[in-house]
């Protein structure tokens, strides 16, 4: 399932879950719901102060629920901040809708018990990102812009 709540970037909701269930296929993770939300920075900031005891503004935040599994029933929520995404991709000269499906794989990836705290857990996230990502081009699934 996916939300919308944010007003920041055009995001085409078929995309996200096409994106998503391929993560989940490529990874061969069985669940009946997995949460998508985008949201704006006040949101991000409130459930980055309400979880974390940070006020700050981040790009992605993950609540999971049930450990992934043949019997998952619900995987657990993704929060990602678009404007995020949006300032970091201008700073970096990177595409932002590039950026936004990073956020999803990493978000997808924290649910999947990847980390990235210590530096090896860190190794470990960013090349299971890449991995996935460069999947997700051959499939041509990251996301673009809506066709208006």
């Not at 996916?2 to 055009?10: E, G, K, P, T």
């Not at 009946?32 to 939300?37: G, M, P, Q, V």
């Not at 309400?50 to 657990?76: N, R, V, Y």
């Amino acid at each position: 399932t996916v939300f919308d709540n944010q007003d920041d970037l055009a995001i085409e909701l078929d995309q996200v879950e096409a994106l998503a269930t391929e993560v989940l296929h490529y990874k061969d993770v069985q669940c009946d719901e997995l949460i998508i939300h985008f949201v704006s920075v006040d949101q991000i900031k409130k459930l980055h102060k309400k979880h974390f005891d940070d006020a700050s503004s981040t790009d992605c935040i993950t609540l999971p629920m049930d450990d992934p599994g043949p019997s998952c029933e619900i995987l657990g929520e993704v929060f990602i901040c678009p404007d995020t995404a949006i300032v970091y991709a201008k700073r970096h000269r990177l595409d932002i809708y590039e950026e936004c499906s990073l956020y999803i794989v990493h978000g997808i990836l924290h649910l999947l018990g990847f980390d990235d705290i210590e530096s090896a857990d860190i190794a470990k996230m960013r090349a299971a990102e890449k991995e996935i990502m460069d999947h997700l081009r051959e499939k041509n699934l990251i996301l673009t812009p809506p066709n208006w």
